[in-house]
C-alpha cells in the first residue's frame, strides 16, 4: 500500500515541525473525501455507483501538501515524502512523478520518494499544483501500485502590498457643501490570501488633505471635513490616501494613491458691475442694429452660475436703443434701434440691469442676484446726404405727352444744420434712353423725348440730389414712371395673307378668314370694323363680311374666274379700331386665281402655261437669260479696268491744284460776324421766329433749328422746354452735325489784324496769281517753288 509523509521545515511560516503519515485503510467503507485526491483501487469496475454499499478494499488515502512560498534557500525545497508498503528498502521500487509541474517545479527521488521544489514558488502566480504519483518495478516496470493524483498547494506569506488597480483619482464635489458629503470611494487590492491570517486585511487612512477631507477606513469612502468651502477662494485639492495591510498593524505593507478633488461651482455670488456710470457715443448716421458699446457685470461664479442677462430698465432712449447678451462673453451689447438724428436730440441716458437667469434657493440670502448701471450715449453730428421726401414717387403720364412737359416735383432736403443748397440729377445708368431731364435747381421731372408705351411702358429712374457745397453727399430716390396707352397705333393685319380662289369657285364661297392686331391697349378691349376701301366698294369679284368678333371673311361675289384673263387681284381692306380717335389703316389682301379639281383641291397656280410659246420650253428660257447676265458681267468688268488704270502724274498748265479748296470753315472771324449769332433767340423762342438777323455776305450753311420745334413746346415761356425739343431734333436728325449749338464762319472779315486767311476770291484768274516769292524762301520751300513758279517756253521750271 502507499504512505505519504511530510517532513518538518525549518522555512515553515509557524516554525513547526509537522510530520504526516497517512497509511491505508483497509476494509474500510468507500467514502468521499473532501480537499483530497479521490484513491484508484485496483480491479474497480465501471458500475461503482451500483455498489455504493459494497465493502471493498483499499490500499491507502491520499492528503495534500504544503508548502511555502518565496523560498529563498540554496537547497531545493522539501515538499514530502512518498512511499509503498511494497518498497522493502532493496531500491526495486521506482517513483515516478506526473503532472504540472513535474520534472520543471518538482522533482522526485525515484529510489527514496522524496519530493523537492526546484524553483521559486509564488502563490499568486499559482496557489496549488495537481501531480500523479506511481510506483514501478525496477526491474520489470510493471505497476506495483495504482496511478494516484495527489495536490501541493502553496501556502501563502505576506509579499504584497496593496495597490489602487483605478488610481490616481479624479473627483469633484460642489462648493459650500455640508461637512460629510461623499467625494469618491477608493479601493485597494491585496494579491495575497484573504483566507490566510491578516495578509490581506487593508486599512485606510488620509495622508495629505486634512482638515478638508477625510476618508473611511474600512471602505475608503472619502468625505469633506470642512465647511463652507469656497470655490473661489481655492478650487483644486490634492488628497493622498494610504492603504495598509495586516489591519494596520507594524509591519504591515503599504500603497498610496491620488485623489485630485475639484470644487464645483454654484451661484453663490451675485453679479457686480465694475463702474457704475458709463459713457458712449455714436456718430447719427449709424444704421440700425449697429453696435454703440458693451457693458459688463463681473461674476465670480463660472458656467450656468455666471449667466448674465442684461435689459434696458428706465431711461429716455429705450425706444431709440436696445441692449443684447453676448452668450459666449457674457456681455452686453448696445446697439441702435431706431434711426438717429444730431439735429432732434444730442444725448440719450439709459439704466441697464444685469441678472443671473439660474439661481440656487439655499443662496438666495446672499443676494440680490442682480446690479444696475447709468449709461450715457452721445449722438455725433455727420454730414448726412440730401433726403427725399417722400421716400419713392409714383408717377402716371400719357405717352402723348409733350417733351419738356413737368410730370412730377421731386424735393429733397439737407437734414443738417447748414441746410446746404441741393442740385438734382438723374442717374443715367436708370435711364439710358434719356427720355427724362430733372432740373438741376427746383427738382421738376421733365420728358425729354417722346414716349411710347407700345415700346417701353414703364420706366424705373433713379433721381439723385447733391449738396451743393459737398457733392461727396449724395442720396437718391426711386422714381417709377408708368406710361399710360393713348390711341396712337392703328390696328392692322395679324399676319401676311394670301388667298386662294378657283376657277370653278362659285358665287357667296369664303375663300380667306382675316383678323386684325393693334399694338395699343385700351380699357375697354380691342373691337375692329371691317369693311372694304373706298376705292373697292363696288369690287365686282369679292365682297367682305364683318363677323363682329374681330374677324371678318372674305366671299366671291361671281364666279368664273379664269388664269388667262387675270391670275391675281389686289383687295384692299379698310380696318379701324374702337378708340378715341378713330385710327384705321388700309391692308392689301392677295387673291390668286388657280385651277382645282372637282373637290376644290388646288392643282396650279401658274399661269405661265398660256403665255409661254409651244415652241420656247422653260429651261430654254433660263439658259437665254444666264447667259445675257455672264455677258452684262464681263461688260462691267472691263469698263471698270478701264477706269482703274494709272495716269502719268504731269501738272498741266490748265490746272491748279489749289481749285480744290472751297473754303475754310475752322477760322474765327472779326466782329462782324457777331451778326450772325442772336442770343435773345435763346430767350424767347417766338421772337425767334419772327425776327432772324442773317447774313448779308452769304446764306447760313445750316438753318436755325428752331423751326422745327413743336408749337406747343414753342408756345412754353420756359427755356428748359425749348433745349430740350431742340437737343431732341438734332438727336433725330441723322445729318445734322454732333453739336447743340453751332455757328458757321465763312468769312474772316476787314476788321481782322489777320486779315483773311483763305485763298477764296483772291483772285480772278489763274493768271494773276503769281509764287515767284517762293524761291527767296529758301531750300525748305523749293519744292513748292517748283510746283507754282514761272514756267519758260519750253517747260522748264525757274
Known amino acids: 500500500m502507499w504512505t505519504s509523509g511530510r517532513m518538518s521545515n ?29 484513491p484508484l483501487t485496483e480491479g474497480r469496475e465501471d458500475n461503482v455507483s451500483d455498489k455504493l454499499h459494497q465493502r471493498m478494499k483499499r490500499s491507502w488515502v491520499w492528503n495534500q501538501f504544503f508548502v511555502l512560498e518565496e523560498y529563498t534557500g540554496t537547497d531545493p525545497l522539501y515538499v514530502g515524502k512518498l512511499h509503498s508498503d511494497m518498497d522493502r528498502g532493496d531500491g526495486s521500487i521506482k517513483y515516478i512523478l506526473s503532472g504540472e509541474g513535474a520534472g520543471i517545479v518538482f522533482t522526485i527521488d525515484d529510489t527514496t520518494g522524496d519530493i523537492h521544489a526546484i524553483q521559486r514558488l509564488d502563490r499568486e502566480e499559482r496557489s496549488q499544483y495537481t501531480l500523479r504519483a506511481q510506483a514501478l518495478d525496477r526491474r520489470t516496470g510493471r505497476p506495483m501500485e495504482p496511478e494516484s493524483e495527489f495536490i501541493i498547494k502553496i501556502q501563502d506569506i505576506n509579499d504584497n502590498e496593496p495597490k489602487f488597480l483605478d488610481g490616481p483619482y479624479v473627483a469633484s464635489v460642489p462648493e459650500m457643501s455640508p461637512v460629510g458629503t461623499s467625494v469618491i470611494q477608493v479601493t485597494a487590492t491585496d494579491a495575497d490570501d484573504p483566507t490566510y491570517g491578516n495578509s490581506a486585511r487593508v486599512v485606510y487612512s488620509i495622508l495629505q488633505g486634512q482638515p478638508y477631507f477625510s476618508v473611511d477606513s474600512r471602505t475608503g469612502l472619502i468625505r469633506t471635513a470642512l465647511m463652507n468651502m469656497d470655490r473661489e ?30 470644487l464645483s461651482d454654484v451661484n453663490d455670488n451675485p453679479p457686480r458691475f465694475p463702474q457704475k456710470h458709463y459713457q458712449m457715443s455714436v456718430l447719427e448716421s449709424a444704421p440700425v442694429s449697429s453696435t454703440v458699446g458693451r457693458v459688463v457685470a463681473k461674476d465670480l461664479d463660472e458656467g450656468i452660475n455666471a449667466e448674465m442677462k442684461y435689459s434696458l430698465v428706465d431711461g429716455d432712449g429705450l425706444d431709440v436703443f436696445d441692449i443684447n447678451t453676448d452668450p459666449n462673453y457674457q456681455v452686453g451689447i448696445i446697439t441702435v434701434r431706431k434711426p438717429l438724428s444730431f439735429e432732434s436730440k444730442k444725448s440719450y441716458t439709459l439704466k441697464v440691469e444685469g441678472a443671473n437667469p439660474h439661481l440656487e434657493m439655499r443662496f438666495l440670502n446672499l443676494g440680490p442676484f442682480r ?79 417722346p414716349l411710347d408705351r407700345e415700346d417701353i411702358s414703364w420706366h424705373n429712374i433713379t433721381v439723385l440730389a447733391m449738396e451743393l457745397n459737398n457733392p461727396s453727399q449724395v442720396g437718391s430716390v426711386s422714381v417709377t414712371v408708368k406710361v399710360l396707352d393713348v390711341n396712337d397705333n392703328a390696328p392692322e393685319f395679324a399676319r401676311f395673307y394670301e388667298a386662294f380662289v378657283c376657277e370653278n369657285a362659285k358665287a357667296g364661297q369664303l375663300i380667306q378668314t382675316v383678323s386684325a392686331i393693334d399694338r395699343d391697349d385700351p380699357q375697354e378691349g380691342q373691337h375692329f370694323y371691317y369693311s372694304l376701301a373706298p376705292e373697292a366698294a363696288n369690287n365686282p369679284n369679292f365682297t367682305l363680311r364683318d363677323n363682329q368678333d374681330n374677324t371678318a371673311w372674305i366671299l366671291t361675289r361671281r364666279s368664273g374666274f379664269r388664269q388667262h384673263e387675270q391670275n391675281t387681284f389686289y383687295l384692299p381692306i379698310l380696318i379701324s379700331d374702337n378708340g378715341r380717335p378713330v385710327l384705321s389703316s388700309t391692308c392689301t389682301l392677295t387673291v390668286h386665281v388657280c385651277s382645282c379639281d372637282d373637290e376644290g383641291m388646288v392643282m396650279s397656280c401658274n399661269a405661265e402655261a398660256y403665255v409661254l410659246p409651244v415652241s420656247l420650253s422653260r429651261g430654254a428660257l433660263i439658259a437665254i437669260l444666264a447667259c445675257i447676265f455672264v455677258l452684262l458681267v464681263l461688260v462691267l468688268l472691263i469698263l471698270s479696268m478701264r477706269r482703274q488704270r494709272k495716269q502719268p502724274y504731269i501738272i498741266d498748265e490748265e490746272e491748279n491744284i489749289h481749285e ?139
Open 10 to 38: 525549518a522555512k515553515n511560516l509557524f516554525g513547526l515541525g509537522i510530520s504526516l503519515y497517512f497509511w491505508g485503510l483497509m476494509d474500510l467503507t468507500t467514502t468521499v473525501l473532501s480537499g483530497s485526491a479521490r
Open 233 to 262: 477662494a481655492k478650487e483644486y485639492y490634492e488628497v493622498i490616501i494610504q492603504a495598509k495591510d495586516m489591519g494596520g498593524q507594524l509591519g504591515g505593507l503599504a500603497g498610496t494613491t491620488t485623489v485630485n478633488i475639484t
Open 371 to 449: 446690479d444696475t448701471t447709468t449709461v450715457h450715449i452721445s449722438v455725433e453730428d455727420v454730414d448726412e446726404p440730401p433726403v427725399f421726401e417722400p421716400s419713392m414717387y409714383f408717377v402716371e403720364v400719357p405717352e402723348d405727352v409733350d417733351i419738356g412737359t413737368t410730370i412730377q416735383m421731386i424735393s429733397a432736403k439737407d437734414p443738417d444744420v447748414t441746410n446746404n443748397s441741393i442740385r438734382y440729377s438723374i442717374d443715367r445708368s436708370s435711364d439710358p434712353g434719356r427720355f427724362f431731364y430733372v432740373d438741376i435747381t427746383s427738382g421738376a421731372l421733365m420728358t425729354a423725348r
Open 660 to 798: 480744290n479748296i472751297v473754303r475754310y470753315d475752322d477760322e474765327g472771324g472779326g466782329e462782324e460776324d457777331t451778326e450772325a449769332f442772336d442770343i435773345a433767340a435763346m430767350w424767347n423762342p417766338r421772337e425767334a421766329q419772327l425776327v432772324v438777323k442773317n447774313r448779308q455776305d452769304m446764306l447760313p450753311e445750316i438753318e436755325s433749328l428752331s423751326r422745327y420745334v413743336p408749337q406747343a413746346c414753342v408756345m412754353d415761356n420756359n427755356v428748359h422746354n425749348y433745349v430740350l425739343a431742340k437737343l431732341y431734333e438734332a438727336d433725330m436728325d441723322l445729318w445734322a452735325p454732333p453739336f447743340d449749338s453751332l455757328q458757321t464762319y465763312m468769312f474772316e472779315g476787314s476788321g481782322s489784324v489777320a486779315e483773311s486767311l483763305s485763298s477764296l476770291q483772291s483772285v480772278t484768274t489763274d493768271s494773276d496769281q503769281s509764287y515767284d516769292y517762293l524761291t527767296d524762301w529758301g531750300p525748305r520751300f523749293k519744292k513748292l517753288a517748283e510746283m507754282y513758279g514761272a514756267t519758260d517756253s519750253s517747260g522748264a521750271l525757274w
